[in-house]
């Protein structure tokens, strides 16, 4: 991938979550009377944020000929939460998506593992150049890891504001898989496959 499409793919990725969070800041305070009902901040930002989520994925597709299975399973779930979202007119179905996305990313992870198969792999693949047993290691790891943020999402939904529930649907997910593949870097070097034989791995 070219430079200016590695910098278009950035934008793609990122652009969705950047004017939700800018959305939501704008009108968190305001109700919004739309057919006789009134709307709260959040749902019409949520409302605005399922088109640009799924514009965004289309564009990328255009862009890199693919999208990954994780990004498609998102695009959905934000589709149907944020539609209940807005046709219920009730934040909190937006709110269970986390929980809901990375518990099944979590649980699929755990069914392939029992089955003796990183689903991981797949899922990703084969992106990183590690041996079988090292994509086993980092899928046990990231299937407990989805588990936890999963509950994590259930705890500051319930227990917080919506201004902790955005900052960390956004923000605080993106730092927790950053420092989580940050801390998983022993492991790809003790697995790598870049001096192996392909016979051995």
Same mark, same amino acid.
């Given at each position: 991938m070219s430079e200016?499409?590695?910098w278009r793919k950035q934008a793609l990725d990122l652009g969705p979550v950047l004017l939700f969070v %800018? %959305?939501?800041l704008l009108v968190r305070d305001q109700s919004f009377a739309i057919g006789g009902r009134d709307y709260a901040g959040f749902v019409i930002v949520t409302a605005c944020f399922?088109?640009?989520l799924a514009l965004s994925n289309w564009l990328l597709y255009r862009l890199t000929g693919k999208v990954s299975r994780m990004q498609i399973l998102t695009l959905v779930l934000a589709v149907v939460f944020g539609g209940l979202t807005v046709a219920l007119n009730d934040e909190r179905f937006f709110k269970m998506k986390s929980t809901l996305a990375f518990g099944i990313f979590s649980g699929l992870l755990w069914i392939g593992l029992a089955r003796g198969q990183s689903w991981l792999e797949f899922i990703m693949d084969g992106a990183l150049? #590690?041996?079988h047993e090292g994509w086993m290691i980092l899928t046990r790891r990231?299937? @407990?890891f989805f588990a936890c943020i999963a509950a994590a999402n259930? @705890? #500051?939904w319930r227990g917080f504001s919506t201004d902790v529930f955005v900052a960390w649907d956004t923000f605080g997910q993106m730092a927790a898989m950053m420092g989580f593949f940050l801390a998983q870097a022993g492991l790809?070097?003790?697995h790598s496959t870049e001096d192996i034989p392909p016979r051995a791995r």
């Open positions: 200016q499409n590695d %800018g %959305g939501y399922i088109p640009i150049p #590690i041996t990231l299937a @407990v259930e @705890v #500051i790809l070097k003790r």
